[in-house]
């Protein structure tokens, strides 16, 4: 049965996705006896003994991350390796077995803990796949086993807003394939952490198929559900060797919810991408890429494609042997930090006039600036194109314009242009765009001075919401 494009236009988040859409952007840590060998995936043969990081703080991370303008933290509890950060009670390859703080530390506290403290959330990454472990391969003791593991992350260290799943898998001692019982695995987590998305080998949040930070120009929120399925089937197909950048899933085609797809889809689902990368080439820390951290210049930019592009932005930061965030990465963190309050923190829209050319009643234009993120603007019903022009008393100038559509009423907006209004009028555009969703941040190639704009809805699939117009000017 064919699925309409009004149907598509009425899917909506679950609660626990718009929570996490509200995020936008968090940081990945990776840290592990890796950490110490200088590779990338260990092989499970790595002593505790290795794991002896001489200065961690967690406090550190937290505070940098919070600095850099990111709302959370995931961990990576246990990498393929199987070492676990925290005092495990169904191994004793963890930290309780190393040297670090004589064998009485626990990572993954001090972690959530440090969340806590800069009001950041905490998530965690459990690698169903521990190459370390000698149930796995048995694949009913091992899902116990990982059940078990699971469930001591999810009740011992408050809440968890994130548990990101890697589909990574492979042979066990006994020469078997391991099958993960993900539905097992996720009727742990909805019982003890219901507010938790399940992301990229989970139904809640899609990889966005690259681990470059690379965004879809038009990222839609609705797409047909055998992605989601896909996302387990073809994850488990990952048998590559110490591949830093190994990809997984088959999803990186450019179109993943235009009509066209739309029209071939037996079910649509709401399964909104999630763009991670990392801060350096590796996923874990090694000194010999200590000149190439990513620039704030870069990794504005990829906030900006990310989180600007219906997307939320997953950031790693590997911390080094010392257990700390190298003072490279620190300084670009901080800077990008500066530069995101600073761009985004002066709304000049806030408080300018919006007359709109067709509204609901209690939804009218002037609600897409007015600071309050609970209303929005909607046009008639029946209305699928719409025209809000934005007026100031004095000129203004500015090279970014942000767009969020309320999606609690779904993802509806296809097409939109924006320009710029002189005294008598006339428009000259600056900008036309594609999808919107969450967040869509314009970028001008130059700033532009005015005393009118025009947001001008060319195509909704339903009619279309807006919760708000930002106008910003950035800075460097
Ligand atoms: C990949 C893993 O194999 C990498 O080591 C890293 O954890 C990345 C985020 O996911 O699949």
Redesign the pocket.
């Given at each position: 049965m064919a699925i309409s494009i009004r149907e598509a236009a009425q899917i909506v988040p679950s609660d626990r996705q718009a929570a996490w859409q509200e995020l936008e952007f968090y940081g990945?840590i990776?840290f592990t006896v890796n950490t110490f060998r200088d590779r990338?995936?260990g092989d499970g043969s790595e002593s505790p003994a290795e794991f002896a990081p001489s200065a961690l703080d967690a406090r550190q991370w937290a505070e940098v991350a919070r600095d850099a303008g990111m709302k959370g933290v995931i961990l990576?509890c246990k990498?393929?390796d199987g070492f676990c950060l925290w005092p495990s009670a169904y191994t004793d390859h963890s930290v309780q077995s190393s040297p670090w703080r004589g064998g009485r530390g626990d990572l993954v506290r001090e972690t959530a803990e440090a969340c806590r403290e800069y009001g950041l959330k905490f998530g965690i990454y459990l690698s169903p796949w521990d190459r370390h472990e000698r149930s796995y391969g048995d694949s009913d003791a091992y899902n116990d086993f990982f059940v078990n593991q699971l469930q001591e992350l999810l009740t011992g260290y408050g809440e968890i807003f994130s548990v990101w799943f890697?589909g990574?898998c492979g042979e066990g001692p006994n020469g078997k394939k391991q099958v993960y019982d993900w539905d097992r695995y996720y009727e742990t987590i909805r019982r003890h952490q219901p507010g938790a998305v399940i992301s990229v080998c989970g139904p809640d949040v899609r990889w966005c198929g690259n681990?470059a930070g690379h965004t879809r120009t038009a990222e839609w929120s609705v797409v047909p559900g055998s992605l989601r399925d896909n996302e387990k089937i073809q994850a488990e197909s990952q048998t590559e060797d110490d591949g830093t950048f190994?990809s997984?899933i088959n999803s990186d085609e450019d179109d993943l919810g235009s009509r066209a797809v739309i029209e071939q889809a037996n079910e649509l689902v709401w399964y909104p991408a999630e763009v991670?990368t990392s801060i350096r080439p590796g996923?874990f820390y090694h000194a010999s890429e200590d000149e190439q951290v990513k620039s704030a210049d870069a990794l504005m930019d990829l906030y900006e494609r990310a989180v600007g592009g219906n997307s939320c932005f997953l950031l790693n930061l590997p911390p080094d042997r010392r257990g700390l965030l190298h003072e490279r990465d620190v300084s670009e963190l901080r800077e990008l930090g500066r530069r995101i309050r600073e761009t985004y923190g002066n709304d000049l829209a806030a408080g300018a006039s919006v007359t709109a050319s067709t509204f609901r009643p209690e939804h009218e234009g002037r609600q897409t600036t007015d600071g309050d993120p609970q209303t929005w603007w909607e046009a008639e019903e029946g209305a699928e194109q719409a025209i809000l022009d934005i007026e100031w008393k004095q000129e203004q100038t500015f090279d970014r314009i942000v767009l969020t559509e309320q999606i609690l009423r779904g993802q509806r907006i296809e097409a939109f242009e924006i320009e710029v209004l002189d005294e008598n009028g006339n428009g000259s555009n600056i900008h036309r765009g594609t999808v919107v969703g969450h967040k869509c941040i314009c970028r001008l190639e130059s700033s532009q001075t005015a005393r009118r704009l025009r947001v001008i809805i060319v195509q909704s699939r339903l009619n279309p919401t807006l919760r708000q117009v930002g106008v910003y000017q950035s800075c460097r």
């Open positions: 990945f990776h990338e995936w990576t990498h393929h890697d990574a681990e190994a997984r991670n996923w």
